[in-house]
């Protein structure tokens, strides 16, 4: 191999577990490397700070550095109940865990003028192109509406949503970062949605999630009153509008 016998043989000596078992236990809430080395310095180790990444890095305790997406500038658009059906449809997840662990989410579609909850899809996961096909299903049984609201998730700004709503002349209205109340109602169903459901059930499976998820979407649109609609069901109140027009 044409190396020294002695290089072969060689082993090295550097001990860094006092240095790994000091960056253990400071790094126990999770902070970064910098707020980690000072306070080493501060109880009094000595290590310069190569010494110390470079223990940090081969325990990779690194954190990778997410950057902060830049939206486009929102305008606010009114809350208005639209005068017909599929004029304007509202989008939004909620979310839950199984009695194992697993998260699960829940696609919620509200026709704004009269509160019919149009479709709840239940997955595991909601990537863009999930929703997109979602949307598809229900447009071919419901119809196609003409605005799409909803809030600034990364199913909803990705390039796929955006340019299947370009594709299909369906307008996004996005409301504004931090303004939940810009969808006030799909955001007053979410609440009625958990309180009935999600906070009052303990689910062992995703299938029964959808069971139960189904039942009460019935219950809602064809049997619990609103409020809003002369305290009669979204469905009744559609039907009797859809008559007198």
């Given at each position: 191999m044409e190396i020294h016998?002695?290089y072969?043989?060689?082993?090295?000596?550097?001990d860094d577990?006092?240095?790994e078992e000091?960056?253990?236990?400071?790094?126990?809430?999770g902070?970064?490397?910098w707020?980690i080395f000072?306070?080493?310095r501060r109880?009094?180790?000595?290590?310069?700070h190569?010494?110390?990444y470079?223990?940090?890095?081969n325990m990779?305790?690194?954190k990778r550095?997410?950057?902060k997406?830049?939206?486009?500038?929102?305008?606010?658009?009114?809350?208005e109940?639209?005068?017909e059906?599929?004029?304007?449809?509202?989008l939004?997840f909620v979310?839950?865990?199984?009695?194992?662990?697993r998260k699960?989410?829940v696609l919620?579609i509200m026709?704004?003028?009269?509160?019919v909850a149009v479709s709840?899809?239940v997955s595991?996961s909601?990537p863009a192109?999930?929703?997109?096909?979602?949307?598809?299903k229900v447009?071919?049984l419901?119809?196609k509406p003409?605005?799409?609201?909803c809030?600034n998730?990364?199913?909803?700004?990705?390039?796929?949503f955006?340019e299947?709503?370009?594709?299909n002349?369906?307008?996004?209205?996005y409301?504004?970062?931090g303004?939940?109340?810009q969808?006030?109602?799909?955001?007053r169903?979410?609440?009625?949605y958990?309180?009935?459901?999600?906070d009052?059930?303990?689910?062992?499976s995703?299938?029964?999630?959808?069971?139960v998820t189904?039942?009460?979407?019935c219950y809602?649109?064809?049997?619990?009153?609103?409020?809003?609609l002369d305290?009669?069901?979204?469905?009744?109140y559609?039907?009797k509008r859809c008559?007198?027009?």
């Amino acid at each position: 191999m044409e190396i020294h016998r002695s290089y072969y043989y060689y082993q090295e000596k550097r001990d860094d577990t006092e240095v790994e078992e000091a960056i253990r236990t400071a790094a126990k809430y999770g902070d970064g490397f910098w707020k980690i080395f000072k306070r080493l310095r501060r109880e009094g180790k000595n290590w310069n700070h190569k010494k110390v990444y470079r223990v940090y890095k081969n325990m990779h305790y690194e954190k990778r550095v997410r950057l902060k997406k830049r939206l486009p500038a929102r305008v606010k658009t009114p809350l208005e109940q639209p005068s017909e059906p599929n004029m304007t449809w509202s989008l939004d997840f909620v979310g839950d865990v199984l009695e194992c662990g697993r998260k699960f989410r829940v696609l919620n579609i509200m026709d704004d003028s009269d509160k019919v909850a149009v479709s709840q899809e239940v997955s595991m996961s909601f990537p863009a192109r999930r929703v997109i096909k979602t949307l598809e299903k229900v447009i071919w049984l419901n119809g196609k509406p003409k605005n799409i609201r909803c809030d600034n998730g990364p199913e909803f700004i990705s390039k796929d949503f955006q340019e299947w709503c370009k594709g299909n002349d369906i307008s996004i209205l996005y409301t504004q970062p931090g303004c939940p109340t810009q969808n006030g109602y799909i955001e007053r169903f979410n609440g009625s949605y958990r309180r009935a459901v999600l906070d009052a059930y303990i689910f062992r499976s995703i299938e029964e999630v959808k069971r139960v998820t189904q039942e009460w979407n019935c219950y809602y649109n064809n049997e619990r009153p609103h409020e809003s609609l002369d305290n009669i069901p979204p469905m009744e109140y559609r039907t009797k509008r859809c008559d007198t027009q």
